[in-house]
């Protein structure tokens, strides 16, 4: 069964920094590219980022690009978040998610349950 | 970037009714479009990717068609189980655009 247990978020003052984690089990975590979706209160899905299986090609919006990095450790089955100059419009809860390839072009068939982010002072 | 459009915002209807929601393309993403359910409070799940095939355990009674840039998914029967908000997402390309969701209730 897969398995996508986030953590990381938290509280944070605008211009600060986080790292969200993600600990997959039950697939092959090499063989799948991965991406974070985030949902802020009350709204609708918001594409972060995404990562191939091999961490060799990686994607962002405008929104987060410059400000946010993905990246993977698939000796630890572990996808990461970094986060840095936080503004308040990045207040949400941010699903980690699994792709059904290797490369993005592809759906997403797996969602952890999430982990909030509040920016604020 | 490619913007994706869907509608209704929101829609309201009897069980059994059939409902079709409808999802635009700014440019056209052949069948790299994928739909997703999530009902309150919970997780989202994939209900349809490639425009058209089911996911595996999603009941047949949803159905997705289109391509280019004009998609829809359809709800042949609607349940009460199926109240939730209906989301299409792009992913021929980065940006992996999800549209601005449907949300179905039962009138």
């Known amino acids: 069964e897969v398995q996508l247990l986030e953590s990381g978020g938290g509280l944070v003052q605008p211009g600060g920094s986080l790292r969200l984690s993600c600990a997959a089990s039950g697939f092959t975590f090499s063989s799948y590219a991965m991406s974070w979706v985030r949902q802020a209160p009350g709204k609708g899905l918001e594409w972060v980022s995404t990562?191939?299986?091999?961490?060799?090609?990686?994607y962002y919006p405008d929104s987060v690009k410059g400000r946010f990095t993905i990246s993977r450790d698939n000796s630890k089955n572990t996808l990461y978040l970094q986060m840095n100059s936080l503004r308040g419009e990045d207040t949400a809860l941010y699903y980690c998610a699994k792709l059904r390839s290797e490369v993005v072009v592809a759906a997403t068939n797996h969602w952890g349950q999430g982990t909030l982010v509040t920016v604020s002072s | 970037d490619i913007q994706m459009t869907q509608s209704p915002s929101s829609l309201s209807a009897s069980v059994g009714d059939r409902v079709t929601i409808t999802c635009r393309a700014s440019q056209g993403i052949s069948n790299y479009l994928a739909w997703y359910q999530q009902k309150p409070g919970k997780v989202p799940k994939l209900l349809i990717y490639a425009a058209s095939t089911l996911q595996s355990g999603v009941p047949s009674r949803f159905s997705g068609s289109g391509s280019g840039t004009d998609f829809t998914l359809t709800i042949s029967s609607l349940q009460p189980e199926d109240v939730a908000t209906y989301y299409c997402q792009k992913y021929n390309s980065a940006p992996l655009t999800f549209g601005g969701g449907a949300k179905v209730e039962i009138k």
């Open positions: 990562i191939s299986g091999s961490g060799g090609s990686t």
